[in-house]
């Protein structure tokens, strides 16, 4: 299991009350539509990137993986988001995933990919 962030944990224990309502808040908000488990990280990935969240995206690209996403399609949503927040957003975005993916375990020798082939990328 990965080690949560300090900030997180000190809210955990020093909160114990506020952080259960809110983890029972996160489940109902989980359990309440028809979206499998992959679709729902993909859209919280997604959340995070259009909000500029770095932390958030972080742990939205890892929770994906879990799920079962791909890197190609990790990428895939931050290329959705470029015409809603713009290249500069989307190239952070894209840097703040390629540090998760990139890490051991991240798998991202895969290659991003569209109707039309590889996306090439340097």
Known sequence: MRKLPSAFENFRKT??????AYEQ?????QDQGPLDTKTRALTKLAISIGAR???AT???TRRALEAGATPNEI????FLAL???GFPS???ALTWVDEVLNKPGGNA??????????????
Not at 15 to 20: A, D, I, K, L
Not at 25 to 29: D, N, Q, S, T, V
Not at 112 to 118: L, N
């Open 15 to 20: 909160y114990p009350e506020m952080f259960r």
């Open 25 to 29: 808040l996160g489940k109902a908000c």
């Open 53 to 55: 969240l770095e932390g």
């Open 58 to 60: 972080h742990s939205h």
């Open 75 to 78: 990428r895939h949503v931050i």
């Open 83 to 85: 015409t809603t927040i």
């Open 90 to 92: 989307m190239m952070a």
């Open 109 to 122: 020798r895969a290659v991003a990919t569209t109707s039309k082939g590889p996306i090439k990328r340097k």
